[in-house]
Nanobody, 119 residues
């Protein structure tokens, strides 16, 4: 069983920064793709940024120029550096991964971490 655990959310003023982390743990596994999604109240869960198969990166238009996704493969940890935060960035941020483990490929979601940006 693989788990994704996010951390780093919180309350920040507009213009501020936060760094989210997502640690993957469990028995032997291989991460196929991994990224960040967010969901604001009443909205659908949308992609923020992700590493695709092969290592290319996708950013949502709203994240380009302000957010940076990175990963530490040795620690099985994903990061999202968020700068110049805006009130519209307020949402629950989720880590998502497609992981190969125990002979099968599965999708995993973390429990989410709340990011609140005050104006």
């Amino acid at each position: 069983q693989v788990q994704l655990v996010e951390s780093g959310g919180g309350l920040v003023q507009a213009g501020g920064s936060l760094r989210l982390s997502c640690a993957a743990s469990g028995s032997t596994f291989t991460i196929n793709s991994i990224g960040w999604y967010r969901q604001a109240p009443g909205n659908q869960r949308d992609l923020v940024a992700a590493f695709n198969i092969g290592g290319s990166i996708n950013y949502a238009d709203s994240a380009k120029g302000r957010f940076t996704i990175s990963r530490d493969n040795a620690k099985n940890t994903l990061y999202l550096q968020m700068n110049s935060l805006k009130p519209e960035d307020t949402a629950v941020y989720y880590c998502y991964a497609r992981i190969y483990s125990s002979g099968s490929m599965r999708s995993y979601w973390g429990q989410g971490t709340q990011v609140t940006v005050s104006s």
